[in-house]
């Protein structure tokens, strides 16, 4: 999924001031973005002693633009120079009950990974909503023929789960998704999300489900189709309850990772529960309040 391309190096905001006075060239869009991410990360960051760090955001913070450069890039990595608009028409229909988070670099200062959650609201939740139209099946069926009793204001969207170039290799991808997966798991543990829909790559899905004891389930009778930047997704479903007790038989260490929020500490600092918890309430309030005023 998408990188950034920033490197390290001086301030560029100090060498674009210093080039115009001199009459050099000014310094370009991408030196003055990847500028901007560098120092909302230090302001987010402070100080921060673990090489990594999770954070979360609503889309309308100043600070959301970390967990959105990267969901903007992981498009342009796959479908070039119409990703911005391809991310606009995608997901600002939703942003009203997107809750975002980001994984920081603490050392590099920059944005490394984000997820994208979307609350249920009016809108209804992307993944549901685009299954019924590519997969030409209706939700209500969909759920009926798995035997699932799926209960929509319990339920949260994965929408998007991105991981920048640099942090795929192995250090560093396993560690990301972990903690990125225990953030759904320890929240919607905490707000009562015990179920959650997403649409996944399918190397992905496959990836997750090696790694963490099988999370999701598929819908029967669905195959892989294309989906935005993928040849071929599949739509799935997690509900909690059943993977923390297939957790808790098979992996005591990942069990207690993902419901007690306990194991990554060292490497990767976790949100801050109680500031997540909040803005998922906001999140949801802004949700409701969109609900009653259509």
Known sequence: ?????????????????????????AA?????????????????????TEPMGVYAFRPEQPEALLALSVEERVFEEAIGDTAAAVVADEFTPYD????????????????????????PSKTGLKTLNDVAAIWETPVEALFAGSGIDLDPNHTWDVATLAIGPEYR??????????AL?????MLGARLGFPWSVAVLHVPVLRMLQWKLQRPFNEFEGLEPRPYLDSPASLPAWLHLPEWH???SERDRVLHEMMTGGAGLEPAVRPPDWDRAAELAAEVSALADLRLHLR
Do not use: N
């Not at 920033?6 to 905001?13: Q, S, Y």
């Open 1 to 25: 999924m998408g990188p950034l391309g920033i490197d390290d190096g001086m301030p560029r905001f100090r060498a674009h001031r210093a080039d115009d006075e001199l009459g050099h060239p």
């Open 28 to 48: 370009s869009a991408a030196d003055r973005r990847a500028e901007e991410l560098r120092t909302l990360c230090a302001e987010v960051a402070r100080s921060a």
């Open 96 to 119: 009203h009950a997107s809750l975002l988070f980001c994984v920081l670099d603490h050392q590099r200062k920059v944005p490394a990974a984000m997820l994208r959650l979307i609350l």
């Open 169 to 178: 290799a192995a250090a560093f991808q396993g560690m990301v998704t972990m």
């Open 181 to 185: 997966c225990q953030t759904i798991s």
């Open 245 to 247: 007790q297939r957790l």
